[in-house]
């Protein structure tokens, strides 16, 4: 079976094959293509991919793959009937995408549907990997424009306090900027709806904000529920309080397949002291903050820098390649034999859980969204919409 890898659309910098996994690939069979100058913005070169056997290709020749990896969904001209499809394809933000596989007849694996309660499936989650890095630069991104040394220090000149840093949520990407915003040297205080996550909290470091009468928001995929009007009204207010003190805010709230929650109104902005930075990393799904601007850097006029900075894990691309690759590949290899995918009804990773019904949640679907003209995991509810 050949393999192809493109190069990805304006604004993605990443790769979805590195290197290093196509001599994994090779390995067990596959023939690998990848379109000249793919890994070039993520620092991998055509010599590297070559070295590793990979065969560099014109566009035109990877599309004629029959199994293809990339990060973003290809655009509908490039969908080819019979085509096998491996990516980040976002199936409740964008069914017409879904709908354009099934009418062109793609078998289409959404990675961002990966079931990560399954402890076999949690080494092929493209979700954990992107948010840990996404966490990271986050805090990185805060600290490089806060005009304000993080850590305390002692100085002839005087004692520098600590920067105190205030994460709004802890799932993946909300412990990882927890645990960057220590060791930066910070004071970390941080928040979650769901009760459970105050240990996680404390193990990295940070200090959990509890909000008075806080039951546990979780559903069975650990993801946080969504909640009652009444209720995000209180966790804001509780939380933008400590904020108001803060010199960087990171927001991190998303639920699957929705508008990103608003956890900062514009009320709570004018609160905040001049200097603060809030990084929003929801700004791509509308951002968590109510001012923020998706794509932009500015400051507001009691000088709060807003940086809605999007597709942060493609602003470490080298990295966040190599853990989106590793993904990839495990994945691949877990279906892949003798020459074909197999494709089984008994896959939990594939096909999702027998339980329950109407999930909009990843943990639930399985990653084959479409095969055969049709949808194919269980329990995928698009709305209506296809």
Do not use: W
């Amino acid at each position: 079976m050949r393999l192809g890898v493109l190069t990805e659309p304006d604004g993605e910098n990443r790769v979805a094959i590195v290197p290093n996994s196509v001599k994994k690939l090779i390995k067990k069979g596959l023939d690998v293509f990848v379109e000249s100058g793919a890994g070039l913005n993520s620092n991998y070169s055509d010599n590297e991919y070559e070295s590793a056997g990979a065969n560099i290709s014109s566009r035109t020749d990877v599309l004629s793959c029959e199994l293809l990896i990339t990060i973003r969904m290809l655009d509908t001209s490039e969908l080819r009937s019979g085509m096998k499809l491996a990516c980040v394809a976002d199936p409740f933000r964008h069914p017409e995408q879904i709908n354009s596989c099934i009418k062109s007849n793609v078998t289409l694996f959404s990675m961002d549907m990966i079931p990560r309660r399954l402890s076999r499936a949690q080494s092929m989650d493209v979700n954990s990997s992107q948010d840990n890095l996404a966490g990271y630069k986050a805090v990185l991104l805060g600290a490089s424009y806060v005009p304000r040394g993080i850590p305390m220090m002692t100085t002839s000149a005087g004692t520098i306090k600590p920067a105190k840093v205030v994460i709004m949520g802890s799932g993946v990407a909300g412990l990882q900027a927890i645990a960057t915003a220590k060791r930066l040297g910070a004071i970390v205080y941080a928040s979650d709806v769901r009760k459970s996550a105050a240990e996680q909290i404390e193990s990295v470091g940070g200090r959990f904000i509890e909000v008075e009468g806080m039951d546990d928001f979780e559903d069975e995929s650990g993801y946080a529920k969504p909640l009652t009007p009444e209720f995000i009204q209180k966790v804001n207010n509780t939380v933008c309080e400590v904020a108001s003190e803060a010199d960087i805010i990171v927001t991190t709230a998303r639920i699957f397949g929705r508008p990103a929650p608003i956890t900062i109104p514009a009320s709570a902005v004018l609160s905040f002291k001049s200097g603060s930075v809030i990084v929003d990393m929801n700004a791509d799904v509308g951002g968590n903050c109510e001012l923020t601007k998706p794509g932009e850097v500015y400051t507001t006029e009691n000088g709060v820098i807003i940086v809605g900075t999007s597709n942060l894990p493609g602003t470490i691309a080298n990295t966040a390649s190599m853990l989106y690759s590793n993904n990839l590949t495990t994945f691949i290899l877990s279906i892949y034999d003798d020459g074909e995918l197999i494709i089984s009804e008994d896959d939990d990773v594939l096909v999702g859980s027998p339980e329950g019904s109407d999930f909009h949640i990843p943990g639930a679907g399985g990653v084959l969204i479409c095969q055969d003209g049709s949808i194919h995991s269980k329990h995928i509810n698009l709305g209506g919409i296809l």
